[in-house]
Every structure is written in structure tokens, then in C-alpha cells.
């Protein structure tokens, strides 16, 4: 299983950008899936979540601002970021649990996995 995470660029403030993240593999379910960023000298952070059960979840500073959304059938998670602020530079990585396929009957598993990071560059 991989995940495959663009969308990435340079925006200038107020804009929008829309990240992706394409689960590849063999999958039996996406449990969960994440957005975190991480600027420079600062800790990776957690920006938005959602689970198959739920709605998504955000960092009060995108409340409002960014939307996470997955399509299930098409593996497949996105981060809509809109009014977008210099202070949300950073190199975004998706994280997501997956349960993949081992075959039938086989134990259902949990796993984490992390794609690629895509920079996200706002400027002033």
C-alpha cells in the first residue's frame, strides 16, 4: 500500500490550493486518513481528519477555512485549503490507517502509512 500526495504549489494570500491523496495498493478499507504540515523549525502538526465514520476534524487555525473529504470508491482523500495564509507554508503530509487486503477470511489489520510530503508555499 502507498500513498500518493499532491496538489502542492505557491499561492499567494487569500488564495486556494487542493491537496490529494491517492491510496495505491491492495486495500480492503480506509479507516481513517489525516493532513498534517510541518513548517520550518517547527513540529509536524495535525491539520484536519476524518474517519469512514465520521466528519473531519481541524486544527482550529484552518477551522473554516480548510475542508477534508474522502471518496472511498476511488481510494482517495483531499485537503481544500481556502483563504489561505503566509503562516500556512509548510510541507503537508497525508497519513492514513489502512486495512489492506490479504485475501478472504484473512485477519483484518490496521496499519499506518505516510506519502511523500507537498510543499505549500503563501505568500504576502
Known amino acids: 500500500v502507498q500513498l500518493q500526495a499532491s496538489g502542492g504549489g505557491l499561492v499567494q494570500a487569500g488564495g486556494s490550493l487542493r491537496l490529494s491523496c491517492a491510496a495505491s495498493?491492495?486495500?480492503?478499507?480506509?479507516?481513517?486518513m489525516g493532513w498534517y504540515r510541518q513548517a520550518p523549525g517547527k513540529e509536524r502538526e495535525l491539520v484536519a481528519s476524518?474517519?469512514?465514520?465520521?466528519?473531519?476534524d481541524y486544527q482550529d487555525s484552518v477551522q473554516g477555512r480548510f475542508t477534508i473529504s474522502m471518496d472511498y470508491a476511488k481510494n482517495t482523500g483531499t485537503l481544500q485549503m481556502n483563504s489561505l495564509k503566509p503562516e500556512d507554508t509548510a510541507v503537508y503530509y497525508c497519513n492514513a490507517n489502512i486495512s489492506p487486503y490479504y485475501g478472504s477470511g484473512s485477519k483484518v489489520r490496521y496499519n499506518d502509512y505516510w506519502g511523500q510530503g507537498t510543499l505549500v508555499t503563501v505568500s504576502s
Open positions: 495498493g491492495s486495500i480492503f478499507r480506509i479507516n481513517s
Open positions: 476524518i474517519s469512514n465514520a465520521g466528519n473531519g
